[in-house]
């Protein structure tokens, strides 16, 4: 499943963990924790919300790689 910017992780361990930031050090001062995830199957990476599991941002590794 690919998901989009709003979107609630139901599932957190489908995704490979990469590293966590302060909210403010990646532009979300209002977040606490936010968490680097990569979906391998569908190149994807995300930056969620560790407290709610909500998607904040969504990069697509294939298009990055152009």
């Known amino acids: 499943m690919i998901y989009s ?3 609630v992780i139901k599932d957190i361990s489908e ?3 990469q590293s966590d930031w302060n ?3 990646v532009g979300f001062p209002e977040i606490e924790t936010v968490g680097l ?3 391998f ?3 994807y990476t995300y930056y ?3 407290d709610s599991l909500r998607i ?3 990069f697509n590794d ?3 790689e152009e």
Do not use: Q
Request: overall charge negative; proline content about 0%.
């Open 62 to 64: 294939r298009e990055e």
């Open 37 to 39: 995830y990569t979906d």
């Open 56 to 58: 904040l941002e969504v």
């Open 23 to 25: 909210g403010d050090e």
């Open 5 to 7: 910017i709003g979107d």
């Open 15 to 17: 995704f490979h963990w």
């Open 48 to 50: 969620i919300d560790m």
């Open 41 to 43: 199957i569908n190149c």
